[in-house]
T-cell receptor
Framework: DGGITQSPKYLFRKEGQNVTLSCEQNLNHDAMYWYRQDPGQGLRLIYYSQIVNDFQKGDIAEGYSVSREKKESFPLTVTSAQKNPTAFYLC??????????FGEGSRLTVL | GNSVTQMEGPVTLSEEAFLTINCTYTATGYPSLFWYVQYPGEGLQLLLKATKADDKGSNKGFEATYRKETTSFHLEKGSVQVSDSAVYFCALSGLGNFNKFYFGSGTKLNVKP
């Protein structure tokens, strides 16, 4: 079945560490996105990529980095510069003007 | 600017009650409108969508009609079940040359047996 796979589902980080969240899709979608969700909040866009080797900052990109070396993959690195990284992270993709398809999410907790 | 406003939750209903979750939007142009559902600890799933004015999206007993004159896309279901307990997000997209999605803050629905 086609879909989006995020890993790990749960991740713990010590302060000062960088961590990378994986996102892989086999839907053949061109565009991929990373969102952050805090408790009781809506979704905020971190980064997006419309084609391979190109990506753009979203609304809250500070402290995060991404790469898009392959169409299927869009990993997100949460750097030590992100002051409040504890959150639920959602990866999504879509084709053209179509709806977003989401992964199951990764929950990051800073110890 | 573009934005989506949803009614604040939580909404608590008894099983078989009628559900309405209000959603209004502000947009320059003619967006597509969506409802997504999120179950605890999971990602969002598309529930229904409408791409032009007066379209009605429907799925699993849920319905929403794209009302351009009132800039609304209210979600309704005639008889809710305990399994409908989740967070519901209204969203719009399709404006400008980047397919950016604008999400509401979500409405938590609790359905009691």
């Amino acid at each position: 079945d086609g879909g989006i796979t995020q890993s790990p589902k749960y991740l713990f980080r010590k302060e000062g560490q960088n961590v990378t969240l994986s996102c892989e899709q086999n839907l053949n979608h061109d565009a991929m996105y990373w969102y952050r969700q805090d408790p009781g909040q809506g979704l905020r866009l971190i980064y997006y990529s419309q084609i391979v080797n190109d990506f753009q900052k979203g609304d809250i990109a500070e402290g995060y980095s991404v790469s898009r070396e392959k169409k299927e993959s869009f990993p997100l690195t949460v750097t030590s510069a992100q002051k409040n990284p504890t959150a639920f992270y959602l990866c999504a993709s879509n084709l053209g003007a179509g709806e977003l398809f989401f992964g199951e999410g990764s929950r990051l907790t800073v110890l | 600017g573009n934005s989506v406003t949803q009614m604040e939750g939580p909404v608590t209903l008894s099983e078989e009650a009628f559900l309405t979750i209000n959603c209004t939007y502000t947009a320059t142009g003619y967006p597509s409108l969506f409802w997504y559902v999120q179950y605890p600890g999971e990602g969002l799933q598309l529930l229904l969508k409408a791409t032009k004015a007066d379209d009605k999206g429907s799925n699993k007993g849920f319905e929403a009609t794209y009302r351009k004159e009132t800039t609304s896309f209210h979600l309704e279901k005639g008889s809710v079940q305990v399994s409908d307990s989740a967070v519901y997000f209204c969203a719009l997209s399709g404006l400008g040359n980047f397919n950016k999605f604008y999400f509401g803050s979500g409405t938590k629905l609790n359905v009691k047996p």
